[in-house]
Protein backbone atom coordinates (compact mmCIF):
# COMPACT_ATOMS: atom_id res chain seq x y z
CA UNK A 1 0.00 0.00 0.00
CA UNK A 2 2.86 2.21 0.86
CA UNK A 3 4.53 1.52 -2.24
CA UNK A 4 1.98 2.33 -4.35
CA UNK A 5 1.76 5.31 -2.64
CA UNK A 6 5.04 6.66 -3.30
CA UNK A 7 4.97 5.20 -6.74
CA UNK A 8 1.80 7.53 -7.49
CA UNK A 9 3.51 10.52 -5.61
CA UNK A 10 6.58 10.06 -7.52
CA UNK A 11 4.57 9.87 -10.90
CA UNK A 12 2.25 13.28 -9.68
CA UNK A 13 5.79 14.79 -9.49
CA UNK A 14 7.29 13.84 -12.54
CA UNK A 15 4.26 15.06 -14.47
CA UNK A 16 4.61 18.27 -12.64
CA UNK A 17 8.04 18.61 -13.51
CA UNK A 18 7.92 17.55 -17.16
CA UNK A 19 4.82 20.10 -17.10
CA UNK A 20 6.48 23.64 -15.60
CA UNK A 21 9.80 22.28 -17.96
CA UNK A 22 11.31 25.03 -19.76
CA UNK A 23 11.14 23.12 -23.56
CA UNK A 24 7.40 22.26 -22.59
CA UNK A 25 6.33 26.41 -21.50
CA UNK A 26 9.07 28.17 -22.67
CA UNK A 27 7.00 31.27 -24.14
CA UNK A 28 5.36 31.67 -20.68
CA UNK A 29 9.09 31.97 -19.08
CA UNK A 30 9.97 34.44 -22.08
CA UNK A 31 6.21 36.52 -21.61
CA UNK A 32 7.71 36.57 -17.42
CA UNK A 33 10.82 38.26 -18.84
CA UNK A 34 9.53 40.12 -21.23
CA UNK A 35 7.01 41.97 -18.54
CA UNK A 36 9.91 42.46 -16.36
CA UNK A 37 12.46 43.58 -18.72
CA UNK A 38 9.53 46.11 -20.45
CA UNK A 39 8.49 47.36 -16.84
CA UNK A 40 11.52 48.55 -16.23
CA UNK A 41 12.28 50.43 -19.97
CA UNK A 42 9.58 51.74 -20.31
CA UNK A 43 7.28 52.05 -16.83
CA UNK A 44 5.06 54.71 -17.58
CA UNK A 45 3.08 53.10 -20.64
CA UNK A 46 3.77 49.04 -20.50
CA UNK A 47 2.76 47.60 -17.31
CA UNK A 48 -0.87 49.41 -17.67
CA UNK A 49 -4.29 47.66 -17.94
CA UNK A 50 -4.65 50.02 -21.01
CA UNK A 51 -2.23 48.99 -22.90
CA UNK A 52 -3.58 45.28 -21.84
CA UNK A 53 -6.58 46.02 -23.22
CA UNK A 54 -4.73 47.41 -26.26
CA UNK A 55 -2.61 44.01 -26.74
CA UNK A 56 -5.99 41.48 -26.25
CA UNK A 57 -8.27 44.16 -28.54
CA UNK A 58 -5.18 44.19 -31.22
CA UNK A 59 -4.36 40.63 -31.25
CA UNK A 60 -8.13 39.01 -31.47
CA UNK A 61 -8.12 38.65 -35.41
CA UNK A 62 -4.64 37.57 -35.75
CA UNK A 63 -5.55 34.98 -33.18
CA UNK A 64 -8.61 33.80 -35.24
CA UNK A 65 -6.60 33.55 -38.10
CA UNK A 66 -3.82 31.59 -36.04
CA UNK A 67 -5.90 29.29 -34.60
CA UNK A 68 -7.44 28.93 -37.92
CA UNK A 69 -4.30 27.66 -39.29
CA UNK A 70 -3.53 25.32 -37.01
CA UNK A 71 -6.52 23.05 -38.17
CA UNK A 72 -4.64 22.79 -41.42
CA UNK A 73 -1.54 22.54 -39.89
CA UNK A 74 -2.50 19.36 -37.45
CA UNK A 75 -3.43 17.59 -40.53
CA UNK A 76 0.18 18.52 -42.38
CA UNK A 77 -0.97 20.88 -45.01
CA UNK A 78 0.51 23.88 -45.68
CA UNK A 79 -2.02 27.17 -46.11
CA UNK A 80 -0.37 29.87 -47.81
CA UNK A 81 -3.76 31.45 -49.03
CA UNK A 82 -4.90 32.13 -45.15
CA UNK A 83 -3.65 35.64 -45.57
CA UNK A 84 -5.67 36.13 -48.85
CA UNK A 85 -8.75 34.33 -47.89
CA UNK A 86 -8.93 36.94 -44.68
CA UNK A 87 -8.53 39.70 -47.07
CA UNK A 88 -11.11 38.14 -49.48
CA UNK A 89 -13.81 38.32 -46.52
CA UNK A 90 -12.86 41.18 -45.59
CA UNK A 91 -13.38 43.13 -48.75
CA UNK A 92 -16.59 40.63 -49.87
CA UNK A 93 -18.51 41.67 -47.08
CA UNK A 94 -17.83 45.49 -46.98
CA UNK A 95 -18.75 45.20 -51.24
CA UNK A 96 -22.22 43.14 -50.20
CA UNK A 97 -22.91 45.84 -47.39
CA UNK A 98 -21.70 49.14 -48.87
CA UNK A 99 -22.54 48.52 -52.50
CA UNK A 100 -24.97 45.87 -53.03
CA UNK A 101 -27.06 46.89 -50.63
CA UNK A 102 -27.30 43.33 -49.14
CA UNK A 103 -28.50 43.28 -45.53
CA UNK A 104 -26.15 42.67 -42.90
CA UNK A 105 -27.57 38.71 -42.22
CA UNK A 106 -27.21 37.54 -45.60
CA UNK A 107 -23.79 39.46 -46.15
CA UNK A 108 -22.47 37.59 -43.38
CA UNK A 109 -23.38 34.30 -44.26
CA UNK A 110 -22.36 34.63 -48.19
CA UNK A 111 -19.01 35.46 -46.83
CA UNK A 112 -18.81 32.67 -44.07
CA UNK A 113 -20.31 30.61 -47.65
CA UNK A 114 -17.74 31.75 -49.71
CA UNK A 115 -14.48 31.19 -47.19
CA UNK A 116 -16.14 27.69 -47.08
CA UNK A 117 -15.93 27.22 -50.95
CA UNK A 118 -12.49 28.35 -50.78
CA UNK A 119 -11.58 25.96 -48.16
CA UNK A 120 -13.40 23.55 -50.43
CA UNK A 121 -11.47 24.10 -53.53
CA UNK A 122 -7.79 23.74 -51.90
CA UNK A 123 -9.41 21.02 -50.55
CA UNK A 124 -10.28 19.16 -53.46
CA UNK A 125 -7.45 20.03 -55.68
CA UNK A 126 -5.10 18.74 -53.33
CA UNK A 127 -6.94 15.50 -52.99
CA UNK A 128 -8.25 15.33 -56.20
CA UNK A 129 -5.82 16.77 -58.64
CA UNK A 130 -2.78 15.36 -56.02
CA UNK A 131 -0.94 18.85 -56.33
CA UNK A 132 0.99 19.75 -53.07
CA UNK A 133 -0.54 22.31 -50.33
CA UNK A 134 2.11 24.29 -50.52
CA UNK A 135 1.26 24.58 -54.30
CA UNK A 136 -2.29 24.68 -54.70
CA UNK A 137 -2.49 27.37 -51.65
CA UNK A 138 0.26 29.45 -53.20
CA UNK A 139 -1.51 29.38 -56.39
CA UNK A 140 -5.50 30.09 -54.85
CA UNK A 141 -3.44 32.78 -52.68
CA UNK A 142 -2.91 34.53 -56.07
CA UNK A 143 -5.63 34.06 -57.44
CA UNK A 144 -7.81 35.36 -54.26
CA UNK A 145 -5.38 38.58 -54.66
CA UNK A 146 -6.66 39.10 -58.28
CA UNK A 147 -10.77 38.33 -56.81
CA UNK A 148 -10.06 41.20 -54.02
CA UNK A 149 -8.68 43.46 -57.00
CA UNK A 150 -11.28 43.40 -59.22
CA UNK A 151 -13.72 43.05 -56.35
CA UNK A 152 -12.71 46.89 -54.84
CA UNK A 153 -11.26 48.14 -57.46
CA UNK A 154 -8.30 49.01 -55.34
CA UNK A 155 -10.11 50.62 -54.23
CA UNK A 156 -11.23 51.55 -49.97
CA UNK A 157 -15.12 49.86 -49.27
CA UNK A 158 -17.07 52.51 -46.75
CA UNK A 159 -20.24 52.94 -45.56
CA UNK A 160 -20.74 49.64 -44.19
CA UNK A 161 -23.00 50.71 -41.46
CA UNK A 162 -23.06 50.99 -37.59
CA UNK A 163 -24.66 47.85 -37.02
CA UNK A 164 -22.31 45.97 -38.89
CA UNK A 165 -19.35 48.03 -36.92
CA UNK A 166 -20.96 46.70 -33.24
CA UNK A 167 -19.73 43.25 -34.21
CA UNK A 168 -16.06 44.17 -33.20
CA UNK A 169 -16.39 47.00 -31.96
CA UNK A 170 -18.84 46.79 -29.12
CA UNK A 171 -17.32 46.68 -25.17
CA UNK A 172 -18.52 44.07 -22.97
CA UNK A 173 -17.02 44.78 -19.79
CA UNK A 174 -14.69 47.49 -21.55
CA UNK A 175 -13.75 44.71 -23.90
CA UNK A 176 -14.47 44.43 -27.51
CA UNK A 177 -16.66 41.62 -28.44
CA UNK A 178 -14.09 40.56 -31.54
CA UNK A 179 -11.90 39.13 -28.50
CA UNK A 180 -15.26 37.56 -26.70
CA UNK A 181 -15.54 36.04 -30.34
CA UNK A 182 -11.68 34.78 -30.21
CA UNK A 183 -12.12 32.94 -26.97
CA UNK A 184 -15.23 31.50 -28.50
CA UNK A 185 -13.66 30.90 -31.55
CA UNK A 186 -10.30 28.93 -29.76
CA UNK A 187 -12.34 27.42 -27.38
CA UNK A 188 -14.80 25.54 -30.25
CA UNK A 189 -11.77 24.68 -31.93
CA UNK A 190 -9.51 23.21 -29.10
CA UNK A 191 -12.58 21.21 -27.61
CA UNK A 192 -12.94 19.11 -31.72
CA UNK A 193 -9.20 18.28 -32.44
CA UNK A 194 -8.44 17.54 -28.42
CA UNK A 195 -11.14 15.92 -27.07
CA UNK A 196 -13.04 14.01 -30.05
CA UNK A 197 -12.83 11.51 -33.09
CA UNK A 198 -12.12 13.90 -35.63
CA UNK A 199 -9.62 15.92 -33.96
CA UNK A 200 -7.73 11.76 -33.15
CA UNK A 201 -8.25 11.74 -36.88
CA UNK A 202 -6.96 15.38 -38.03
CA UNK A 203 -3.82 14.47 -35.64
CA UNK A 204 -3.34 10.61 -37.13
CA UNK A 205 -3.53 12.31 -40.93
CA UNK A 206 -1.12 14.56 -40.29
CA UNK A 207 1.22 12.72 -38.95
CA UNK A 208 1.45 9.48 -41.18
CA UNK A 209 -1.68 9.76 -43.81
CA UNK A 210 -0.58 6.19 -45.22
CA UNK A 211 -0.85 4.39 -41.76
CA UNK A 212 -4.29 6.43 -40.57
CA UNK A 213 -5.81 5.98 -44.20
CA UNK A 214 -4.93 1.89 -43.46
CA UNK A 215 -6.16 2.35 -39.91
CA UNK A 216 -9.47 3.24 -41.34
CA UNK A 217 -9.06 7.32 -41.18
CA UNK A 218 -10.88 8.88 -44.26
CA UNK A 219 -8.09 10.93 -44.83
CA UNK A 220 -9.48 12.62 -47.87
CA UNK A 221 -12.32 13.62 -46.14
CA UNK A 222 -10.43 14.81 -43.17
CA UNK A 223 -7.67 16.94 -45.93
CA UNK A 224 -11.12 18.79 -47.22
CA UNK A 225 -12.83 19.32 -44.09
CA UNK A 226 -9.74 20.66 -42.07
CA UNK A 227 -9.23 23.28 -44.95
CA UNK A 228 -13.12 24.28 -45.08
CA UNK A 229 -13.25 25.27 -41.58
CA UNK A 230 -9.86 26.81 -42.13
CA UNK A 231 -11.59 28.66 -44.56
CA UNK A 232 -14.52 29.23 -42.78
CA UNK A 233 -12.56 30.71 -39.97
CA UNK A 234 -10.91 32.73 -42.06
CA UNK A 235 -13.66 34.60 -43.42
CA UNK A 236 -14.99 34.73 -39.95
CA UNK A 237 -11.59 37.13 -38.85
CA UNK A 238 -12.19 39.28 -42.62
CA UNK A 239 -15.64 40.24 -41.50
CA UNK A 240 -14.24 41.17 -37.27
CA UNK A 241 -11.51 43.26 -39.37
CA UNK A 242 -13.86 45.02 -41.64
CA UNK A 243 -16.25 45.26 -38.25
CA UNK A 244 -13.53 47.23 -36.62
CA UNK A 245 -11.65 49.17 -39.11
CA UNK A 246 -15.19 50.49 -40.23
CA UNK A 247 -13.60 49.64 -43.95
CA UNK A 248 -12.82 47.47 -46.63
CA UNK A 249 -9.32 47.66 -47.16
CA UNK A 250 -7.98 45.29 -50.03
CA UNK A 251 -4.65 45.57 -49.32
CA UNK A 252 -4.58 44.00 -45.77
CA UNK A 253 -4.97 40.11 -46.01
CA UNK A 254 -1.14 39.44 -47.19
CA UNK A 255 -0.09 41.39 -43.73
CA UNK A 256 -1.40 38.49 -41.70
CA UNK A 257 0.02 35.51 -43.07
CA UNK A 258 3.96 36.17 -40.98
CA UNK A 259 2.02 36.63 -38.09
CA UNK A 260 -0.53 33.46 -38.19
CA UNK A 261 2.38 30.94 -39.31
CA UNK A 262 4.81 32.74 -36.66
CA UNK A 263 2.22 32.10 -34.08
CA UNK A 264 0.79 28.45 -35.02
CA UNK A 265 4.72 27.05 -35.22
CA UNK A 266 5.69 28.77 -31.81
CA UNK A 267 2.64 28.02 -30.20
CA UNK A 268 3.46 24.03 -31.54
CA UNK A 269 6.36 24.17 -29.41
CA UNK A 270 4.31 24.99 -26.52
CA UNK A 271 2.34 22.15 -24.18
CA UNK A 272 2.20 19.19 -26.71
CA UNK A 273 5.75 18.83 -27.36
CA UNK A 274 5.65 19.41 -31.01
CA UNK A 275 1.85 19.20 -31.96
CA UNK A 276 0.37 22.15 -33.31
CA UNK A 277 -2.34 23.06 -30.98
CA UNK A 278 -4.64 25.56 -30.10
CA UNK A 279 -4.16 27.16 -26.53
CA UNK A 280 -0.28 27.17 -27.79
CA UNK A 281 -0.85 29.03 -30.64
CA UNK A 282 -3.26 31.89 -28.97
CA UNK A 283 -0.73 31.97 -25.96
CA UNK A 284 2.30 32.86 -28.77
CA UNK A 285 0.02 34.98 -30.63
CA UNK A 286 0.13 36.69 -27.32
CA UNK A 287 3.83 36.13 -26.28
CA UNK A 288 4.82 37.67 -29.82
CA UNK A 289 2.51 40.78 -29.74
CA UNK A 290 3.42 41.57 -26.49
CA UNK A 291 7.15 41.89 -27.69
CA UNK A 292 6.31 43.78 -30.31
CA UNK A 293 4.89 46.16 -28.14
CA UNK A 294 6.93 46.59 -25.31
CA UNK A 295 9.98 46.88 -27.90
CA UNK A 296 7.70 49.75 -29.71
CA UNK A 297 6.62 51.08 -26.33
CA UNK A 298 10.63 51.41 -25.75
CA UNK A 299 11.57 53.86 -28.43
CA UNK A 300 12.28 50.61 -31.37
CA UNK A 301 12.17 51.57 -34.83
CA UNK A 302 9.19 50.93 -36.65
CA UNK A 303 10.42 48.31 -38.51
CA UNK A 304 10.88 46.12 -35.46
CA UNK A 305 7.63 44.47 -35.57
CA UNK A 306 8.41 42.17 -39.27
CA UNK A 307 11.91 41.34 -37.94
CA UNK A 308 10.74 40.14 -34.59
CA UNK A 309 8.09 38.13 -36.26
CA UNK A 310 10.30 36.59 -38.86
CA UNK A 311 12.94 36.20 -36.17
CA UNK A 312 10.55 34.12 -34.16
CA UNK A 313 8.93 31.94 -36.96
CA UNK A 314 12.77 30.56 -37.99
CA UNK A 315 13.31 30.00 -34.73
CA UNK A 316 9.75 28.43 -33.77
CA UNK A 317 10.40 26.30 -37.16
CA UNK A 318 13.98 25.01 -35.94
CA UNK A 319 12.22 23.97 -32.52
CA UNK A 320 9.42 22.47 -33.91
CA UNK A 321 12.00 20.31 -36.03
CA UNK A 322 14.09 19.66 -33.12
CA UNK A 323 11.14 18.06 -31.33
CA UNK A 324 9.54 16.34 -33.97
CA UNK A 325 13.48 14.35 -34.43
CA UNK A 326 13.94 13.75 -30.80
CA UNK A 327 10.07 12.44 -30.81
CA UNK A 328 11.06 10.15 -33.38
CA UNK A 329 14.44 9.05 -32.00
CA UNK A 330 12.42 8.35 -28.62
CA UNK A 331 9.72 6.43 -30.37
CA UNK A 332 12.26 4.06 -32.57
CA UNK A 333 14.34 3.25 -29.17
CA UNK A 334 13.57 -0.72 -28.55
CA UNK A 335 10.66 -1.20 -25.93
CA UNK A 336 9.49 2.99 -26.54
CA UNK A 337 5.57 3.06 -25.22
CA UNK A 338 3.17 2.96 -28.59
CA UNK A 339 1.23 6.37 -28.89
CA UNK A 340 -2.44 5.96 -29.34
CA UNK A 341 -2.51 8.64 -32.04
CA UNK A 342 0.13 9.56 -34.61
CA UNK A 343 1.69 12.83 -33.40
CA UNK A 344 2.18 15.78 -36.22
CA UNK A 345 5.46 16.50 -37.71
CA UNK A 346 6.04 20.25 -39.44
CA UNK A 347 4.09 20.24 -42.52
CA UNK A 348 6.18 20.01 -45.81
CA UNK A 349 5.38 20.85 -48.65
CA UNK A 350 3.67 17.51 -49.70
CA UNK A 351 0.08 16.61 -50.12
CA UNK A 352 -1.95 14.59 -47.75
Not at 5 to 17: G, S
Amino acid sequence: MSTTTDDQQHTVRQRLVSALAFRNISALYILAAMVVLFSITAPETFPTINTVRIVLNDQAITAVLAVALTIPLAAGLIDLSIGAQLGLGAILVAWLLSVQGLGLWPSLLVTLAVGAVVGLANGLLITRAKISSFITTLGTSSVLLAGISWISRDAQILDLGEEFQTIATHQVLQIPLAVYFMIGIAVAVWYVIDRTHAGRALYATGGNPEAARLAGVRTERVVIVSLVCCGVLAATAGILLSSSLATGDPTIGPGYLLPAFAAAFLGSTQFRNGRFNVLGTVVAVYVLAIGVKGLQLSGAPVWIPELFNGVALLVAVAANRRQASVRRSRKDKPGAPTETTTPAPAPTATSA
